[in-house]
């Protein structure tokens, strides 16, 4: 796609599901050095490391273009999910921290959601690579989209129409970097994401917000099933409420409606 389809795109998201905050596009970079040049990387440009979600906050909310590689991530959990750690067994590192912060009762238990999860292996890549969607000049791996769930219920029916299939959902209330990011890329598959419990606190994803994220070479075809789906019956955002039914009000409004000649 040309940056102008991006840019219309990303304006017929927002404007038809009246988003608060842009779409993101997501890149997965092999090579840090292929950074755009005005990329922000926190490390540089804020003389900080950040966690992943925000970075993601950063690219929706900011409209920044983020670049986010080892040296600018300080969340140790999503740079092990990233393969910016040197650990030499990812899921026993996390299967630990897991328990040692009480988010599992045991190991084993913690190692089995883990496999579960969809992760990068050390060194896998080098750089993540995240701009509002309408701004992007690179084709996303991942797209990811922020809304209440009447918003990213539009998407779910989109992407149904479009493939015949209903979206999955794989919640756990942390780390959730790896379901809204990795996944979609890996498995090539849509996801409706529940933020987790750091994005909450760090990035600042607000309680009504839940996100939709999907391969980023479906977008024009997303696009296009949101403009036709559910339209012989108006569905739309916001959803319009049945107006065509006659209310039935309390006794004493009953009362006094018949005393003054209104009922």
């Given at each position: 796609?040309?940056?102008?389809?991006?840019?219309?795109?990303?304006?017929?998201?927002?404007?038809?599901?009246?988003?608060?905050?842009?779409?993101?596009?997501?890149?997965?970079?092999?090579?840090?050095?292929?950074?755009?040049?005005?990329?922000?990387?926190?490390?540089?440009?804020?003389?900080?490391?950040?966690?992943?979600?925000?970075?993601?906050?950063?690219?929706?909310?900011?409209?920044?273009?983020?670049?986010?590689?080892?040296?600018?991530?300080?969340?140790?959990?999503?740079?092990?999910?990233?393969?910016?750690?040197?650990?030499?067994?990812?899921?026993d590192s996390i299967a630990r921290l897991?328990?040692?912060?009480?988010?599992?009762?045991?190991?084993?238990?913690?190692?089995?959601?883990?496999?579960?999860?969809?992760?990068?292996?050390?060194?896998?890549?080098?750089?993540?690579?995240?701009?509002?969607?309408?701004?992007?000049?690179?084709?996303?791996?991942?797209?990811?989209?922020?809304?209440?769930?009447?918003?990213?219920?539009?998407?779910?029916?989109?992407?149904?129409?479009?493939?015949?299939?209903?979206?999955?959902?794989?919640?756990?209330?942390?780390?959730?970097?790896?379901?809204?990011?990795?996944?979609?890329?890996?498995?090539?598959?849509?996801?409706?994401?529940?933020?987790?419990?750091?994005?909450?606190?760090?990035?600042?994803?607000?309680?009504?917000?839940?996100?939709?994220?999907?391969?980023?070479?479906?977008?024009?075809?997303?696009?296009?099933?949101?403009?036709?789906?559910?339209?012989?019956?108006?569905?739309?955002?916001?959803?319009?409420?049945?107006?065509?039914?006659?209310?039935?009000?309390?006794?004493?409004?009953?009362?006094?409606?018949?005393?003054?000649?209104?009922?």
């Amino acid at each position: 796609m040309s940056d102008a389809d991006f840019r219309e795109v990303a304006e017929f998201f927002r404007n038809d599901l009246r988003l608060k905050t842009f779409p993101v596009a997501v890149k997965f970079l092999k090579d840090k050095a292929e950074l755009p040049e005005k990329t922000r990387r926190p490390s540089i440009a804020l003389g900080k490391r950040i966690a992943i979600c925000q970075g993601v906050t950063m690219a929706r909310n900011y409209g920044w273009p983020v670049g986010l590689a080892k040296e600018d991530v300080i969340c140790v959990p999503g740079a092990i999910v990233f393969g910016f750690s040197e650990s030499p067994d990812p899921p026993d590192s996390i299967a630990r921290l897991f328990c040692e912060v009480n988010f599992s009762s045991a190991e084993d238990l913690a190692r089995k959601e883990i496999s579960s999860m969809s992760r990068f292996e050390n060194g896998e890549i080098e750089a993540i690579l995240m701009a509002p969607l309408g701004f992007a000049s690179f084709e996303p791996d991942t797209i990811l989209m922020y809304g209440n769930p009447a918003q990213v219920m539009r998407l779910a029916q989109a992407w149904s129409y479009m493939a015949g299939e209903r979206v999955a959902g794989h919640f756990g209330g942390k780390l959730e970097c790896d379901e809204c990011l990795i996944v979609p890329f890996k498995t090539q598959s849509p996801r409706v994401v529940i933020p987790g419990q750091g994005e909450r606190i760090f990035a600042g994803t607000q309680d009504d917000e839940v996100a939709f994220a999907a391969p980023g070479k479906f977008l024009p075809e997303l696009a296009r099933a949101l403009k036709e789906v559910g339209k012989a019956i108006g569905a739309r955002y916001p959803v319009t409420p049945y107006q065509n039914f006659e209310p039935d009000f309390p006794k004493a409004h009953k009362a006094l409606g018949k005393d003054l000649g209104i009922l």
